[in-house]
């Protein structure tokens, strides 16, 4: 991995840093506990049997875990594209992040957007990437929707030149 990969690899770290993400997770969990334990004592207030009380319990526990694991996909998909912003604005090759992405695909498999996945596939996030990659080269474009704190480029981002 080199530099510029590296450096794409630690913006998306420092991004879920600047957004509050994991704060953000432990609030959010919390808070649906408390909701989903409300929502099994009305399940075991419920006269009917007992099997239909626990279909309906794994399918309240399913639903907070798809909840959650969404909410957890929009964090990195945001965290992405402030990995780009931040390696751009520290003076790195953004398309490293393209490069690194590319890596994991191949050492770790596409993966899937699937309901409980917690992290979006390898193949959304590049094209998030590259979405961003392409905003940074357009002047006067909001750089992402998602940013708490949008950070403008200074300059298009080129591949650098070895
Ligand atoms: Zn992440």
Redesign the pocket.
């Known amino acids: 991995m080199d530099a510029d990969e590296m450096a794409y690899v630690l913006g ?2 420092v ?2 840093i600047n957004r509050k ?1 994991v704060i953000k997770m432990v609030r959010n969990s919390s808070q649906f506990q408390v909701l989903q334990e409300l929502v099994f004592r009305g399940i075991g207030a419920i006269r009917t049997t007992s099997e239909i009380k626990y279909a309906l319990a794994q399918l309240v526990s399913f639903t907070v875990q798809a909840v959650q694991a969404g909410y957890s996909r929009d ?2 998909r945001a ?2 594209r402030l990995g780009v912003r931040f390696s751009h604005k520290a003076n790195y090759d953004c398309h490293g992040a393209i490069r690194a992405v590319d890596y994991f695909q191949s050492a770790t498999g596409a993966g899937s957007n699937c309901i409980l996945c917690d ?1 979006p596939s390898w193949p959304e996030r590049r094209r998030i990437i590259q979405q961003e990659i392409d905003g940074i080269g357009s002047q006067g474009q909001s750089p992402t929707r998602q940013c708490p704190e949008p950070v403008r480029a200074a300059s298009p981002c080129r591949p650098r030149k070895p």
């Open positions: 998306h770290e991004g879920h993400d964090c990195e965290a992405d992290h």
